[in-house]
């Protein structure tokens, strides 16, 4: 009899990011319970200490090749993601999964993947993370994945904005759909105590990429004047590939002496020195900054996109701008000051709130989840 193999397929092109916490911790657990799990990962030049761990605990790891050649490349700009399909493909050899899940780190999957999910008649589900307003599929592509979509086991969405966009995205209402939570990574016991700082310690946490992230609409909001005479630092907390030029727009602003890069910082060690979250996303999915945040007793200045508002309760438990626009946020940040003394407050009210969220482990949840998919798959193959 063959195996029952899982597996799991990260369109991710990144050595790691917070999507990726879902559907790694969910195949170790798989692994811990003796279910086989295939992961087939981007092959970074290093790969990411988290990847290493699962192969060293047992989850048969198949890093994708870097694209080799110039050719390559020019193909995989014209053709997407579509090259994951031949890697997958030649990663499996003769494998039969019992299903595959694909982790997509943004708005859908490649639609070659899901399509060939299909062709082969490989049961298969879907967990999508981030998605945005300025993204649209054209007619033809999105009819492509209403197919797709269509005989998919599940589709998971890490909120219920999200979900709904999707559907406006492609004028489809899904009937194979639910909404998961990603885990937190907090490693101490929560919540931790109030930070004893002088002035108001504010941080943002995330991947430095203002396109999503949105760090320029922050920097811009706490260049007026307003805030000029006030007691208050910034530490953007992460890197990417804009440090340069946030670096840049800092000095600009004049805002060197308030605003400090420090790159990855451990959760635990951001809140033990900072009072409040500020996420200026533009878009994103449910980003595990907040969950631990708030789980560590401290409320949150948001925009109000994806799953922002389905986790904070503005005036109770954070302060939601209406909009990603400096002037929205500046409002949402006068607000938040004018109860600066009453934050300590609002984060034990968080805490209250976002266990109630979401459930105490996700993992566990998710696993089930993906077993019962996975024994219903084999049942009618």
């Not at 990260?10 to 916490?21: F, H, Q, Y």
């Not at 700082?197 to 203002?210: E, N, T």
């Given at each position: 009899m063959q195996k029952k193999y899982i597996l799991f397929v990260?369109?991710?092109?990144?050595?790691?990011?917070?999507?990726?916490?879902l559907w790694s911790r969910t195949a170790l657990r798989l692994v811990e319970q003796g279910i086989p799990v295939i992961a087939s990962v981007h092959g970074c030049p290093r790969l990411d200490r988290r990847i290493i761990?699962?192969?060293?605990?047992?989850?048969?790891?198949?890093?994708?090749?870097?694209?080799?050649?110039?050719?390559a490349a020019a193909r995989h700009r014209v053709f997407g993601k579509a090259y994951i399909v031949r890697e997958v493909e030649k990663a499996l050899g003769r494998i039969s999964p019992s299903l595959i899940i694909i982790s997509e780190g943004g708005a859908f999957p490649p639609i070659e993947l899901l399509e060939w999910c299909v062709a082969k008649r490989c049961p298969f589900a879907a967990v999508m993370q981030a998605n945005f307003e300025d993204w649209w599929p054209m007619d033809e592509v999105a009819s492509r994945y209403r197919k797709a979509f269509k005989m998919a086991r599940r589709c998971f969405f890490v909120s219920n904005a999200n979900r709904a966009l999707a559907e406006k995205q492609l004028g489809y209402e899904f009937e194979n759909a639910e909404v998961v939570r990603n885990p937190a990574v907090i490693k101490t016991e929560v919540p931790i105590?109030?930070?004893?700082?002088?002035?108001?310690?504010?941080?943002?946490?995330?991947?430095?990429?203002?396109?999503q992230k949105g760090q320029d609409i922050l920097l811009e909001a706490l260049a007026r004047q307003r805030w000029a005479g006030r007691n208050w630092h910034l530490t953007l907390y992460?890197?990417?590939?804009?440090?340069?030029?946030?670096?840049?727009?800092?000095?600009?602003?004049?805002?060197?002496?308030?605003?400090?890069?420090?790159?990855?910082?451990?959760?635990?060690?951001?809140?033990?020195?900072n009072h409040v979250l500020v996420m200026p996303s533009r878009f994103e999915g449910m980003p595990l900054t907040?969950?631990?945040?708030?789980?560590?007793?401290?409320p949150v200045v948001a925009t109000n996109v994806a799953g922002h508002s389905e986790v904070i309760v503005d005036g109770i438990t954070g302060f939601m701008a209406e909009a990603a626009t400096a002037q929205s946020l500046d409002m949402a940040l006068e607000r938040m000051w004018a109860h600066r003394d009453g934050l300590d407050k609002m984060g034990k009210a968080a805490v209250a709130s976002v266990h109630k969220f979401a459930p105490v482990d996700p993992v566990v949840v998710f696993t089930e989840k993906i077993k019962k998919l996975a024994d219903l798959a084999s049942a009618t193959r």
């Open positions: 990260s369109t991710m092109e990144a050595p790691w990011g917070g999507s990726e916490e761990d699962l192969s060293n605990a047992g989850v048969d790891v198949r890093p994708r090749p870097i694209k080799p050649s110039l050719i105590h109030w930070p004893m700082a002088k002035g108001l310690r504010m941080a943002c946490v995330g991947r430095l990429a203002p396109p992460g890197d990417g590939p804009y440090r340069e030029g946030l670096e840049r727009l800092i000095r600009r602003l004049n805002l060197s002496d308030r605003v400090t890069l420090a790159g990855h910082v451990a959760a635990e060690q951001i809140w033990l020195e907040i969950i631990e945040a708030m789980l560590c007793g401290r």
